[in-house]
């Protein structure tokens, strides 16, 4: 039968508790356990596909076109696992689920309340994320004390209650903050943490306390004492030079060890031979390259995670520390885009809206006259498609449907847009945003005789989408016979999926999301590729 490991956090947002979850699940599954994690997230949206990155960071995409939290990324770099539609529990989905079933009368004319009706509706989806597995990690969003979020939590305790704590085990991601004046760890915050867990009747079994610093025995005991936790399972989860450290400081500390025990599991050898390889490589990294990523949503980099960390793979791969600059696309101008001479590489990410679209156009032209490495994803492969258009074929005013609907030159449009060569008649129907895109892993065929083949080494692949417009395939003709090539089609080979520029370092632009399949211990073939090139550029 499935055990349960429920992850809360408390005092303040953002403590890493979805890295915690996955480094946790990753002990066990080099332990030889099947495990399953999922994210249950508070907030009222369906699913975080309209909200801003700025506000709620990275949409993650599974292979089943879910788009979930970016702790869905940690979970499947760290773990290894792919994760799908039922990974990721909104408070919206819930309500939607209840709410459809009382329309549809299934709740025989009861009133529907948030006990039982809501909180059964999440724990069968809690049942159904765990896919049957030995171990279930479900990490809790928000913060304890949140409005939000108590259904959840009240959802857990009848879990616990039901299963019995043998199945069960609650560990609580805390903050103990440094106060420089006294020189002192306060205690404090997270005595009232556990307090309002307790209030609501979950006893955690685990306190991870996260800090700057491992706690003493001392300060275990202390905490031990308001907290009703046993000092025996009270944890540091200190700041790391990586996170990609983290499973081994967990399992330094034999965090393991004692959930093994809590649950009553077999002690299975640990294989942590992975994550110490690669601690290994990435201390073995001296050499900085610097990579400029042109994007719009660059004051909350947690708006590009699975790119960041995509990048930072690639460089463990290739012996580099990559040094991300990240730069405003509506700040780019022609008078100031000598300073990416400076520049490795250039990376134009995905996005939305026509905001920041010049700066980017500009970018991918200097990429492309100077010879930089130049790697642009989704919107970032749309954006040289317009700027080739533009200032190669003197396309007049090329530009997507999406930033000009009355452009004469639809190089880039919605397919349903593709009525002749001269674009008449567009067309553009935005009044539901959410759930009209093209998501989901989708097959890619690739020339033999391309870039992207020598990265990948094999001529058929699958790769994550999320985007709504695709390049024009009725104007294709006006690129042949030049350096532009389109290199990867859809299976159909109606949809441009991969472009190039012959007779450039690297110039590579993909319609799909590589960074969301990156590992840590494999990288990404493009994004290794990338990096490699952007390594060889003298500045």
Known sequence: MTRYVFITGGVVSSLGKGIAAASLASLFKLRGFKVSLQKLDPYINIDPGTMSPIQHGEVFVTDDGAETDLDLGHYERFVGIRMSQDSNVTAGRVYSNVIEKERKGEYLGSTVQVIPHVTDEIKKLIIKGSKKSDIAFVEVGGTVGDIESLPFLESIRQFSLEL????????????????????????????????????????????LCRGKNPINQKLKNKLAMFTNVSSDAVFSSIDAKSIYDIPILFKEQKIDDYLLKKLNLKNKKLNLKPWKDYKTKVLKCRKKIKIAMIGKYVDLTDSYKSLNEALYHAGVINNRVVDITYLDSEKISKGNIKSLSSMN??????????????????????????????????L???????????????????????????????????????????????????????????????????????????????????????HRYEVNA?????????????????????????????????????????????????????FNGFVNAASKRKT
């Open 164 to 207: 019995g704590d043998k199945k069960t085990i609650f560990v609580h991601l805390t903050l103990l903050p440094f106060i420089d004046v006294t020189k002192e760890i306060k205690t404090k915050p997270t005595q009232h943490s556990v307090k309002e867990l307790r209030s609501i009747g979950i006893q955690p079994d685990i306190l």
């Open 345 to 378: 590489g250039i990376l134009v990410p995905g996005g939305f809206g026509n905001r920041g679209i010049e700066g980017k156009i500009i970018a991918a032209e200097y990429a492309r006259k100077n010879k930089i490495p130049y790697f642009g994803i989704c």
């Open 380 to 466: 970032g492969m749309q954006i040289s498609v317009i700027e080739f258009a533009r200032n190669v074929l003197k396309l007049s005013g090329a530009n997507s449907t999406e930033f000009n609907p009355d452009t004469k030159s639809p190089v880039v449009a919605l397919v349903d847009e593709w009525l002749d060569s001269h674009g008449k008649n567009i067309v553009t129907d935005k009044k539901s945003m959410g759930g009209t895109m093209r998501l989901g892993a989708q097959e890619c065929l690739v020339d033999k005789n391309s870039l992207a083949y020598k990265m990948y080494k094999k001529s058929f692949i699958s790769e994550r989408h999320r």
């Open 474 to 526: 009725n104007l294709l003709n006006c690129f042949l016979e030049t350096d532009f090539i389109f290199s990867g089609k859809s299976k159909k080979g109606n949809l441009m999926e991969i472009i190039e520029i012959k007779n450039h370092p690297w110039y590579l632009g993909c319609q799909f999301h590589p960074e969301f399949t990156s590992s840590p211990i494999n990288g990404h073939p493009l």
